[in-house]
């Protein structure tokens, strides 16, 4: 998958997780995967005060 400049593949058969920050306008500034070879799954993304954000999940 590719967002922005980025490539961004999956670990493996199971599910992984993508997070992308987008501007207001939708322009990406920067995308990453979380996973491992086995299942994982995003519970919740909350953003902290200054803005960054804060991914709960399972792996």
């Known amino acids: 998958m590719s967002i922005g400049d980025d490539e961004l593949s999956a670990s493996g058969d199971a599910g ?3 997070v992308v920050n ?3 306008a939708g322009v990406p500034l920067w995308s990453r995967r ?3 070879p086995e299942g994982d ?3 919740a993304v909350k953003s902290e ?3 960054n954000p804060l991914l709960v ?3």
Request: hydrophobic fraction near 50%; charged fraction near 5%; glycine fraction near 16%.
């Open 16 to 18: 992984d997780v993508f």
């Open 41 to 43: 799954a995003a519970i």
């Open 34 to 36: 979380f996973g491992s």
């Open 22 to 24: 987008l501007t207001a």
């Open 49 to 51: 005060p200054s803005g």
């Open 57 to 59: 999940g399972t792996a």
